[in-house]
């Protein structure tokens, strides 16, 4: 046989499969946007989101110029005008033995839109600052879960040994500790004296405390599967090709294993968020989170529960707007995990 | 076996110890908790308040009055509570238990068998508009906070349309106990039942709408089908049945934690004195024996349901039978 | 109608009694609650009692398992009691001078919540605290057996003595009763009713005392139901539906602020309203910034909307504002209002300028508050409406709200550094010092403990000798006394170590059925003198 | 070929054994062991390529990872151009590490999803600063040259690239360090039919170019046969039988090699099938038979066999054999 | 070959068929026909992703109807396949025609014993009872020759290996007796002694049952061995066609010279080089609206840019523009056919 291929193949300089010119260099990511970009419910989803974000940025705008009250402040003896008459924001009950007061209800016009809760504070303007807080808490504590989890994840994956020992057994006592009790548990004793770390205090009051508990909280839900996943990774071959390249371990833990490993905490950031908001308004609403006169969806929730049977739209708006979040947030997380990794799964 | 039962017993009491020792410190670490003078009561002379101190042992070392504080809960099981005065705190969580029992039970039923119809119908209706309707209605589901469903179950039922035919049946709050008053038993629990379970069919629907869609790409469905069998069959007998299996697991680990005390919400706003709520409220008072007691119960449920689902595992896995 | 008659026609039937909770243990000598305390009334039997009649008569101490109320000794430290006879324990045991003796001892075995404040004062008290097991109170108390007396020798003459017998920690048991907390184990008692069995989770179940014969109307009357079963694990809102629906006949809880309304028009011939001896207030801590100026504090007062705090809690019928620390209607208690648009008996309006211009001039505007309240929604919204206040004067406030069973503890003590709370302060007995001493006086505020019940940690030593001299003179001269009373009252709001906001009254709900409705200003609701039938 | 006792080995195993621990929990003692490889004594030398083979499960991976120490061997001994490495940490490996390569298997699986072409190889001339910084593009376009992929393709991801091409690339980064010795555990099984003769071809004009020796891992005889101046046949672990490539193929001495090379089908083979067809199924490492591993599925085992494990023994100096009988 | 053909049983005609994808309409399939008769082995070959999957199973029904659009005409023993309904397509999976899968590994449902899953199709055909079922199961798993048929019938499928499991795959496939039997890379996964065995029992099984097998392989050497003729795929057509003897002795397509000379011989001289064919297959969106194998082809010419022409060579036939004239000589340049045997 003379000339044994039918192309030689060290000219052989083909371009690869199925790629077109233009998506050259289309990274993992690029890709992944691409794929939700073309989601539709996720798009409306997001729009939600946009709107409900932009809504409450613009929480102090509506207080000051559209309300026109601070939904900070007690307003227990003012009055309003509805209706071209002045009342009084909370009605004292005059039939009978004129037991209870009660707050004005939802007066469809710019001020007390939805109407005022027990302190006869204009409810529709605290939905919006709550929504603040609310989607605040749930950012920055999925923000601090995902990095404690994969620090915690990571180091016991990839170290192994005794640090994963110490780390794994840490996370099945945690994990069998139910996540509201758990939070309670460290609410209770944040919320009534703060604490220091290093030459920090932060104080009871501060949002900071309901962030860290929920960010705490769930660690091991996390920590867990990024483990397995560091755990896979660290077997893969690409980990081990790069070991027999005599690449340091710290440059593969950089390198490889943790871009792979960022791919499964973004998926979670929109699950987490969503978990989050539920649980900050449980927290809230058991009265350990958002510490009042703030607000968060779960304290109106709260503030609405005692005017249940009266006013029911202080405890209904609220929820609702969580649904509303929740429900969009668990959308985009869905097409987020479809397009990025589709076997990562929160429970 | 006898290893593999020894193996979870070390679990179990590794995890309860490390629960409670962190239970402990965290109590301690709290201002205002100091239980002499919360048992000494309001306006206790200082005296009283450390004879009561020297009396209940509070001036050991710490050590010390946790090894005194679990032999009164697991061998004399005579602890007392910090706030109730002479209240035993191990029969407070067993008569508990069965409020949590019945509520998390009813539920689990309710949401196994709403999680498997949707999820079945779902994945059966792939791509429909019936898909696409139980897919957003789980996901309603998921998102809604369980306390402020309760509220609004409660608002709706009790009040709002307590009148109507609708809800008329719906008794007042609280619970009923099973054996005395299985009617009225069932009657109030309905509803909580319906509110717990809402979220997990949701998750459950969804979760097993996911697997069964990835269970159809597999080989072993187009086996099936290329047997020549019904649709229904190849969902059911194979579709399902293998997807049980992580099911199971998810099952497990949500009963456990549910009857450990996890369900305290759905408890709270329907006010069922069932562990969670105990729990809630015995944190809330820093009532340390109660706490103690609720979150070694919760433990011990935790990891025991672990250990069921391992079991059952090996029932309808053959795989890990080996 | 006379009373045998009524008796006739109503006796019998059980009643239904609801509670969110339970209140603990219902050993006597250590349960230190209202609710319970209630239910003590018709089980348990002390010296002497408050008498179980309505309104102000409630206040009256008669004799009960004694004869009489004795007149002290010459010097004001002896008493001697004569035992009733022919009494007997609901264990069929005849009740002796031993008994009362072993019951005194008892309080100090079981560390008693009281037996430090209380009962320090007779002789050998303080041995028995310092090692109470083997508490003799030696030379303190002595019972005649053949006599049937029991002596007792104080430490130091006490105004209050009585007082302190009658309340239920000075029941009498039978010496046979172990020395430790009965817990959910019921102790025998000269009542006459009995707790028949007590599951705080479930139920309590109250029973006629066999052994019991009528013996003084005032203090231990026959009572109406035969049995009377208290519920625990109702939530209020499910209370109020059931005594609608009249399964249960009176719930302990107040009714939730959103069912009040239809409560007054629905249902207003079943509601019952009555003034209690108590106050809500805010304790601002005189050894903190900005509060230990006596200007801020007094701001606070001035600023305070009284009205709207009884809004917050469910309007004029409920509650009424004051000014002043001792409640109206109480011994001592002499209308005046400092903190008031125009000072004078009765608190009008708020000034908010006057309250500035204290602020002002201390210069602490802008300073950081915390405002301390309970985690319900009661304190939580009087919590917040201080902080609204408090942010109106300048301050840059903030509210907290713990776990009401830890705030009481929280904020007494000084290392939590707590500037000002929201609490309230319910009498033991009718004694302006209940109220003046308890709350104010230097004895009450111990730095670091836990256990500081002058939350103000305000000392005043001048004051703290006037309410000595005016407890002395109160034993022979209580008009004059309780006139010292109203100054020094006047002298401490002048130092406004606190900000009295309203004196609150209590809402009974009671079934349809419920007849008789007593209602004493002591121990509340007189259970056994309603009845169902 | 030259007679090899007369050159140094540049890789050289004494009884190398490497255990799995399976199932293992926290507890001590617990878990099974598996016994993936057992008592391999091999040499390689230099400019050969040898070739190792067996079915699926007979460790010949394992063996691989071994050899370049991706894997902490049980016991045994292993050197490389004389020195022992067998012990030697990550930090005295790392010269080691550039003098011996491997390729995996599966192309997608060996390469970083989420890194450029550019960043993988690049990274290996950084880390061994085998060219200064200014030189490393230039590199990096030689090494794609030397595999067959335009420079352009530097800056794609993996998934861009098609089996053939991400296998090239896999070959470009170990040839990045420019070792002496590459182990290629199956290179080609993954590939299309049509590709992998490229992929085979392009091992053959490497070894000639840069004078590189290989150890060629494969389950496909044919290829291997194609490639190998010398193969292993593996069985369970353990080496059956070692030799020159032609001569064993054409000749088998063990009675698993004989079985095996029947079994292949050879579309030059139609019509004429004198299979031996092996009965009984593969046993598990977990549990070894106790003599020869191939007793239970061997058709001329007697009880020798079944009780006495054979060693790999010379025959004569191309061949050596484990087997009490040789065929 | 046999003088007298035995009755057509299979008659594909014109096959098409594409995928929804994100990327529009993808067409894997284009205008397949083949035939297949009673008790003959018909190979399909090609590279992974060249259809032949996809071709087997819209004979059978099994692709996703939502995202799958099949054309042409399927006559299995004049029925007409794409037409029946479901039911009736159901009747005859398993019964009439059986399949075997690629990956015996995954082809089973996990959580159930052989023996219940090969009763199962004999139930869903045939009203026997339970018993009589996991008779007939045993049976079968003892007539595909597994050791301890009465034992491996209760054996779940992990507990099997391999060669065990795909041999319970093919007692399933044969349980009803089935006219035709549709192989899908039935011994890929296997170790070559394992699939000597599979191919050894496939060629008894058609002996004995005298089913027809339609084996779809990429390897070569398995056509050679046991089928009757020969379909070469490459992406997405039958290139070319022919008995086993033609395709092997004289193959018509440059790809297929490509494909035989690529596989090294393990007997005779090695040659230094392999031949190979350049470039890699394309994916369905890139095949090329002509010949889909030109740009990788070395013959490759002007006329390639359009649908070649079908050349015939008695029953052999190729898709190719070569003219029969020019082909043995370019043949000669890439294969060195060895003699027929
Ligand atoms: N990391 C590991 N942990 C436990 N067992 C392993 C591990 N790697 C391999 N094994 C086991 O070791 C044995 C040898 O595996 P190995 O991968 O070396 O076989 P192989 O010859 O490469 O097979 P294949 O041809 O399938 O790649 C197998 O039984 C395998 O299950
Ligand atoms: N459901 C589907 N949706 C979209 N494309 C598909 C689908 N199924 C198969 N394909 C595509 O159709 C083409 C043919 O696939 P097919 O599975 O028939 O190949 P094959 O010849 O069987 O390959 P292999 O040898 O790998 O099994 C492939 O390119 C595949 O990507
Ligand atoms: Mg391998
Ligand atoms: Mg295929
Ligand atoms: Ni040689």
Redesign the interface.
């Known amino acids: 046989?003379s000339?044994?291929?039918?192309?030689?193949?060290?000219?052989?300089?083909?371009a690869?499969?199925?790629?077109k010119p233009a998506?050259?260099?289309?990274?993992?990511w690029k890709r992944g946007w691409r794929?939700i970009r073309?989601d539709l419910s996720a798009l409306v989803a997001a729009s939600i989101l946009l709107v409900i974000v932009a809504g409450s940025l613009a929480a102090p705008l509506y207080a000051d110029y559209v309300s026109g009250t601070d939904p900070?402040?007690?307003n227990?003896?003012g009055k309003i005008k509805v209706d071209g008459k002045r009342v009084k924001i909370?009605q004292?009950?005059t039939?009978?033995?004129?037991?209870?007061?009660?707050p004005i209800g939802p007066t469809w016009q710019a001020q007390y839109l939805l109407g005022a809760d027990?302190?006869g504070r204009d409810v529709a303007a605290r939905l919006l600052y709550g929504g603040r807080n609310s989607l605040l808490i749930a950012g920055a504590a999925t923000l601090i879960c995902l990095v404690l989890a994969a620090l915690v994840g990571i180091c016991a994956g990839f170290f192994g040994g005794i640090t994963d020992?110490v780390l794994?057994?840490?996370l099945?006592?945690l994990?069998?500790?139910?996540?509201?009790?758990l939070a309670?548990?460290?609410s209770?004793?944040l919320?009534?004296?703060g604490i220091t770390i290093g030459p920090f205090h932060i104080?009871?009051?501060s949002l900071l405390l309901p962030i860290g508990i929920i960010g705490i909280i769930y660690v091991p839900y996390i920590a867990r599967p990024i483990r397995g996943r560091v755990l896979t990774l660290k077997n893969?071959?690409?980990v081990?090709?790069?070991?027999?390249?005599?690449?340091?371990?710290w440059?593969i833990l950089f390198?490889?294993i943790l871009?792979?490993v960022t791919?499964t905490l973004i998926v979670y950031i929109p699950l987490m968020m969503?978990l989050n908001i539920?649980t900050e308004?449980?927290l809230s609403?058991?009265?350990i989170g958002v510490?009042?006169?703030d607000a968060s969806w779960?304290t109106i929730?709260q503030d609405g529960?005692?005017?249940?049977?009266?006013?029911?739209i202080v405890?209904?708006a609220p929820?609702l707007s969580?649904?509303?979040t929740?429900?969009a947030l668990?959308?985009l997380g869905d097409s987020v995990r479809d397009a990025l990794d589709p076997r990562t799964?929160l429970? | 076996m006898a290893f593999a039962m020894l193996q979870r017993l070390v679990?179990m009491v590794?995890?309860m110890f490390?629960?409670s020792a962190?239970?402990f410190l965290?109590f301690f670490?709290?201002?205002?908790a100091d239980p002499a003078a919360r048992i000494a009561g309001r306006n206790a002379a200082q005296e009283t308040v450390e004879a009561i101190r020297k009396d209940f042992g509070f001036d050991r070392p710490l050590p010390v009055q946790y090894g005194i504080m679990m032999k009164r809960l697991f061998v004399t099981q005579d602890l007392t509570s910090f706030v109730n005065r002479g209240l035993k705190v191990v029969p407070q969580v067993l008569s508990a238990a069965p409020i949590t029992l019945s509520l998390v039970f009813g539920a689990a039923v309710l949401w196994v068998v709403g999680g498997i119809t949707v999820g079945v119908i779902a994945a059966m209706m792939r791509g429909t508009v019936i898909d696409k309707g139980l897919m957003i209605l789980a996901?309603?589901g998921?998102?809604?906070?369980?306390?402020?469903?309760g509220?609004?179950m409660?608002?709706v039922s009790q009040?709002?349309f307590h009148d109507t035919w609708l809800f008329s049946w719906v008794p007042g709050l609280g619970y009923k106990p099973l054996l005395s008053d299985p009617w009225g038993w069932f009657k109030t629990l309905l509803i909580p039942w319906f509110t717990l379970a809402a979220l997990y069919i949701g998750?459950y629907g969804r979760?097993l709408r996911?697997n069964l869609v990835e269970a159809y790409q597999e080989d072993f469905i187009r086996t099936a089908r290329a047997k020549g069998l019904g649709p229904m069959r190849v969902m059911l007998r194979h579709a399902l049945r293998t997807s049980l299996i992580p099911f199971v697991t998810?099952f497990g680990l949500d009963f456990g934690?549910l009857v450990?005390?996890?369900a305290?919400?759905t408890e709270?706003v329907f006010g069922l004195n069932g562990i969670?709520r105990l729990?809630?409220q015995a944190?809330?008072n820093?009532d340390l024996p109660m706490?103690l007691a609720t979150?070694m119960y919760?433990?011990f449920f935790?990891?025991v349901t672990n250990a069921v689902v391992d079991m059952v595992y090996v029932l309808i896995d053959p795989r890990v039978r080996g | 109608e006379d009373r045998a008659a009524l008796m006739e026609a109503h006796r019998g039937g059980t009643m239904t009694l609801s509670a969110v909770s339970a209140a603990g243990t219902i050993d006597p000598m250590i349960n230190y609650t209202a609710q319970f305390w209630q239910v003590f009334q018709l089980t348990y039997d002390g010296l002497l009692k408050f008498k179980q009649a309505d309104r102000k008569e409630g206040f009256e101490i008669v004799p009960d398992l004694a004869e009489a109320l004795p007149k002290p000794s010459e010097d004001g430290k002896t008493y001697v009691f004569t035992l009733r006879k022919g009494i007997k324990f609901s264990n069929g045991r005849a009740l002796t001078a031993a008994d009362v003796v072993a019951s005194f001892q008892r309080i100090f075995k079981v560390n008693s919540p009281t037996s430090g404040s209380f009962y320090n004062n007779i002789v050998g008290a303080d041995a028995c605290i310092k090692d109470s097991a083997s508490c003799t109170l030696e030379g303190g108390i002595e019972g005649d057996d053949a006599a049937g007396t029991v002596t007792f020798h104080l430490v130091e003459p006490d105004s209050e003595f009585f007082d302190k017998l009658a309340v239920p920690h000075a029941t009498i048991l039978p010496a046979d009763t172990p020395a430790k907390d009965a817990g959910t184990e019921a102790l025998p008692g000269t009542g006459a009713y009995v707790i028949a069995s007590y599951d705080p989770n479930d139920k309590m179940v109250i029973k006629r005392n066999p052994e019991f014969k009528e013996w003084s109307v005032d203090a231990q009357p026959d009572g109406y139901p035969d049995e009377i079963v208290y519920r625990f694990g109702m939530t209020e809102e499910a209370s109020i539906n059931a005594i609608q629906n009249g399964q249960v006949d009176w719930m302990f809880d107040t009714p939730?602020?959103?069912?009040?309304?239809?409560?007054?028009?629905?249902y207003?011939n079943q509601?019952h309203?009555n003034p209690l001896a108590a106050f809500w207030y805010v304790p601002m801590n005189t050894n903190l910034a900005p509060f230990d100026n006596v200007k801020v504090r007094q701001a606070l007062n001035y600023a305070v909307?009284r009205?709207?705090l009884v809004?917050?809690f469910?309007?004029?019928?409920?509650a009424q504002p004051v000014c002043q620390i001792l409640p109206p209607d109480f011994p001592g208690h002499v209308d005046n209002c400092l903190y008031t648009e125009d000072p004078g008996p009765e608190w009008s309006a708020p000034d908010m300028e006057k309250a500035k211009a204290l602020v002002e001039e201390s210069g602490t505007a802008g300073q950081k508050v915390?405002v301390i309240a309970e985690?319900n929604?009661t304190s939580?919204?009087i919590?917040?409406?201080i902080?609204?206040?408090l942010?109106?004067l300048g301050y840059d406030a903030?509210?907290?709200?713990?776990?009401p069973n830890?705030q009481f503890t929280?904020i007494q003590n000084t290392d939590?550094k707590v500037q000002l709370s929201v609490s309230q302060w319910y009498m033991d007995y009718p004694a302006a010092s209940n109220f003046l001493n308890v709350l104010l006086s230097c004895a009450s505020f111990t730095p670091g403990s836990d256990a500081s019940i002058n939350i103000a940690g305000y000392c005043n030593n001048d004051l703290d000798v006037k309410m000595k001299a005016a407890m002395a003179q109160s034993i022979t001269d209580p008009d004059g006394a309780n006139a010292e009373w109203a100054k020094i009252d006047t002298a401490f709001m002048e130092q406004a170590p606190l900000a009295p906001l309203f004196t609150p009254k209590n809402?009974d709900f009671t079934s349809s059925r419920v007849g008789n409705f007593i209602f004493s200003n002591q121990f509340r609701w007189v259970i056994s003198q309603s009845w169902v039938k | 070929m030259t007679a090899h006792s007369q050159r140094e080995p540049i890789l050289q195993t004494q009884a190398l054994t490497k255990h799995f621990t399976v199932g293992k929990t926290?507890w001590p003692g617990s878990g099974r062991t598996l016994y993936a490889v057992e008592d391999v004594t091999l040499a390689v030398y230099p400019g050969e390529t040898l070739g190792l083979v067996g079915e699926s499960g007979s460790g010949k991976s394992t063996l691989g990872?071994c050899l370049?120490r991706?894997y902490d061997i049980t016991s045994g001994q292993l050197s490389f151009e004389g020195q022992d490495i067998s012990t030697a940490g990550?930090g005295a490996?790392?010269p080691t590490?550039?003098s011996m390569?491997?390729i995996?298997?599966?192309p997608s699986?060996?390469?970083?999803?989420?890194?450029?072409v550019r960043?993988i190889i690049g990274?290996?001339l950084q880390?061994?600063r085998l060219r200064p910084t200014g030189e490393i593009n230039a590199r990096l376009g030689e090494l794609m040259d030397l595999v067959?992929?335009?420079a352009?393709?530097l800056?794609?991801?993996p998934?861009?690239?098609?089996g053939g091409?991400r296998q090239r690339i896999?070959i470009a980064?170990?040839l990045?360090?420019e070792p002496k010795l590459i182990v290629a555990d199956e290179p080609v099984s993954a590939l299309d039919v049509s590709v992998q003769?490229?992929i085979v071809?392009?091992f053959s004009?490497l070894r000639q170019q840069l004078n590189l020796t290989y150890v060629f891992i494969a389950h496909d005889l044919a290829v291997v046969r194609q490639i190998s101046t010398r193969v292993a046949v593996m069985y369970l672990g353990s080496i059956v039988e070692l030799g020159e490539a032609d001569a064993l193929f054409s000749k088998p001495r063990h009675p698993y090699t004989h079985a095996l090379i029947s079994a292949i089908p050879q579309p030059k083979n139609r019509g004429r099938r004198e299979r031996v067809l092996l009965t009984g199924e593969i046993p598990s490492p977990l549990d070894p038979p106790k003599g020869c591993k191939f007793s239970p599925r061997c058709p001329h085992a007697t009880d020798r066999c079944r009780v006495e494990r054979p060693v790999l023994q010379a025959l004569d100096d191309e061949r050596s054999v484990a087997c009490h009988y040789p065929l | 070959m046999n003088q007298s053909p035995s009755p057509l049983l299979l008659d594909v005609q014109g096959l098409s068929v594409s995928f929804a994808t994100?990327r529009g309409r993808v067409r894997a399939i284009d205008d397949v026909s083949f035939q297949l008769r009673e008790g003959e082995i018909l190979s399909i070959v090609g590279e992974s992703g060249s259809g032949k999957s996809v071709t087997l199973l819209s004979l059978l029904g099994l692709h996703d109807p939502q995202t799958t659009f099949v054309d042409g005409a399927v006559a299995f023993r004049g029925k007409h396949l794409l037409q029946m309904s479901e039911r009736e397509m159901r009747r005859l999976r398993g019964k009439e025609i059986g399949l075997i899968s690629q990956d015996p590994m995954t082809a089973l449902t996990p959580v159930y014993t052989i023996g219940w899953q090969i009763a199962e199709q004999i139930r869903a055909h045939e009203s026997i009872s339970a018993r009589a079922a996991r008779k007939r199961s045993i049976e079968l798993l003892g007539e595909v020759g597994l050791a301890n048929p009465g034992e491996a019938v209760d054996r779940y499928p992990h507990q099997l290996s391999g060669g065990m499991r795909q041999r319970a795959v093919i007692a399933m496939a044969l349980s009803c007796n089935p006219a035709l039997l549709v192989a899908d890379e039935p011994t890929t996964a296997l170790d070559v002694t394992v699939q000597a065995q599979v191919l050894d029992l496939l060629l008894r099984l058609r002996k004995d049952f005298g089913s027809a097998i339609i084996l779809i392989t990429h390897d070569m050497g398995v056509v050679a061995e046991v089928a009757d003729r020969v379909n070469v795929m490459y992406a997405g057509r039958i290139v070319e066609r022919g008995t086993t003897e033609e395709v092997f002795s004289h193959p018509m397509h440059?790809y297929s010279w490509?494909l035989l000379?690529s596989i090294p011989s393990l007997t005779g001289k090695r040659?230094?080089?392999?031949?190979?064919?350049?470039?890699?297959p394309?994916?369905p969106?890139?095949i090329p609206a002509g010949c889909g194998f030109a740009?990788?082809?070395?013959f490759a010419r002007g006329e390639c840019l359009s649908r070649p022409p079908l050349r015939r060579q008695g029953d052999q036939s190729a898709l190719c523009v070569l003219q029969p004239s020019e082909r043995d000589a370019l043949r000669g340049?890439?294969l060195?056919l060895e003699e027929p045997a």
């Open positions: 046989m000339d044994l291929s039918i192309t030689a193949p060290v000219d052989e300089k083909d690869p499969v199925g790629a998506r050259t260099g289309l990274s993992p794929i073309s900070f402040r007690s227990l003896s909370m004292a009950s039939e009978g033995l004129g037991l209870g007061v009660t027990a302190q020992m794994s057994r840490i099945d006592i994990w069998a500790f139910p996540v509201y009790l309670i548990s460290l209770i004793v919320i009534s004296q104080t009871s009051g893969s071959e690409f081990l090709a790069a070991k027999g390249l005599g690449i340091p371990r440059r390198h490889d871009p792979n791919t969503a539920v308004s449980a609403f058991l009265s510490q009042a006169p779960g929730i529960q005692t005017l249940l049977y009266t006013r029911p405890a209904l929820g969580i649904v509303l929740v429900l668990n959308v799964k429970r | 679990q590794f995890v490390g629960i962190l239970v965290i670490a709290t201002p205002g996901l309603i998921v998102s809604m906070p369980v306390f402020w469903f509220e609004m409660n608002l009040s709002r998750i979760v996911a998810m934690v450990g005390g996890a305290l919400l709270v969670g729990t809630y944190l809330l820093l706490i979150v919760a433990s935790v990891v | 939730p602020a959103d069912r009040l309304q239809e409560l007054g028009t629905k207003a509601v309203v909307d009205d709207a809004g917050l469910g309007g004029d019928v409920l915390t985690d929604a939580r919204a919590g917040t409406y902080q609204s206040v942010g109106d903030s509210v907290k709200a713990i776990s830890i929280y939590n809402v | 926290m990872r370049t991706l990550e490996l790392k590490r550039r390569q491997m995996f298997q599966d699986a060996s390469l970083n999803p989420r890194r450029r960043d990274e290996v880390v061994h067959g992929l335009r352009e393709y800056d794609r991801y998934h861009e690239f098609s091409q896999g980064r170990a990045a360090v003769a490229q071809n392009l004009d | 994100d440059p490509g000379a040659a230094e080089r392999l031949p190979a064919i350049g470039g890699m394309p994916t969106e890139s740009p990788r082809c070395r340049s890439i060195t």
